[in-house]
Structure formats: structure tokens, C-alpha cells
């Protein structure tokens, strides 16, 4: 009864055995040329001397923009940030020594 079944099974199962060791065969003979072009290709440089874009259409929809917190510094012209340390240090005004006139008296010579 064994035999008579695996014989049955072998029988049936056969075909798709033989298809299946051909796709096998198949995959591995791709796989090697695959192997064998990635050793042999030349790669390709383009070199691009001028590119003109005639026209660029950004479509931006601000109206779903929404702007939770907004914060930093916004400097327009030639307003130059200073940090605060510095910046007292600059505005301290050095004590001045009390002004007495210079005054030099010569009397004529004759």
C-alpha cells in the first residue's frame, strides 16, 4: 500500500518537481549574469554647463497654516544684536574727573 501511494504521489507530483529544479536553474543563471554586469558596467557622468527654468508654480495654501507660538528677533537694516552683558558694559559711562579750566598766563615780551 506504501508503494502504491508514494508511486501515486510521485507520479503526480513530478511535473511541478521538474518545473520547479527548471525555475531554479532559471533564478541562478539571472543571478549570476547579475552578478557579472555589476562588475563589468561603466558608470556614466553628465555634465550640465547652463540649466533655465522658464517656470516654477508653487501652489501654497496658507489658509490651513496656523501659527501656535511666534517668537525670536526680527532685525531690519544695519540693527545688530548685542547681548545684554556687553551691552551694559558699553552703556556704563566712566566717572569723570572733576573739570578745571587749563589756563596758562605768560606775559608779553618786550
Same mark, same amino acid.
Request: hydrophobic share 25%; glycine share 2%; net charge neutral.
Given at each position: 500500500?506504501?508503494?502504491?501511494?508514494?508511486?501515486?504521489?510521485?507520479?503526480?507530483? /513530478?511535473?511541478?518537481?521538474?518545473k520547479l529544479?527548471?525555475?531554479?536553474? +532559471?533564478?541562478?543563471?539571472?543571478e %549570476?549574469?547579475?552578478?557579472?554586469?555589476?562588475?563589468?558596467?561603466?558608470?556614466? @557622468?553628465?555634465?550640465?554647463?547652463?540649466?533655465?527654468? !522658464? /517656470?516654477? *508654480? @508653487?501652489?501654497?495654501?496658507?489658509?490651513?497654516?496656523?501659527? *501656535?507660538?511666534?517668537?525670536?528677533?526680527?532685525?531690519?537694516? $544695519?540693527? @545688530? @544684536?548685542?547681548?545684554? !552683558?556687553?551691552?551694559?558694559? %558699553?552703556?556704563?559711562? %566712566?566717572? !569723570? $574727573?572733576?573739570?578745571?579750566? $587749563?589756563?596758562t598766563? +605768560?606775559?608779553?615780551?618786550?
Amino acid at each position: 500500500m506504501k508503494k502504491m501511494f508514494r508511486s501515486l504521489i510521485r507520479h503526480c507530483l /513530478k511535473p511541478e518537481l521538474d518545473k520547479l529544479r527548471e525555475c531554479e536553474e +532559471r533564478l541562478s543563471v539571472i543571478e %549570476k549574469q547579475k552578478q557579472s554586469s555589476k562588475q563589468e558596467s561603466e558608470e556614466t @557622468y553628465i555634465h550640465i554647463e547652463t540649466l533655465n527654468v !522658464e /517656470k516654477v *508654480d @508653487y501652489h501654497l495654501e496658507f489658509g490651513e497654516l496656523t501659527i *501656535d507660538e511666534l517668537s525670536g528677533r526680527l532685525n531690519i537694516g $544695519a540693527t @545688530y @544684536y548685542i547681548p545684554p !552683558e556687553e551691552k551694559d558694559k %558699553k552703556c556704563q559711562r %566712566k566717572p !569723570e $574727573a572733576p573739570s578745571t579750566p $587749563a589756563v596758562t598766563i +605768560r606775559s608779553k615780551r618786550q
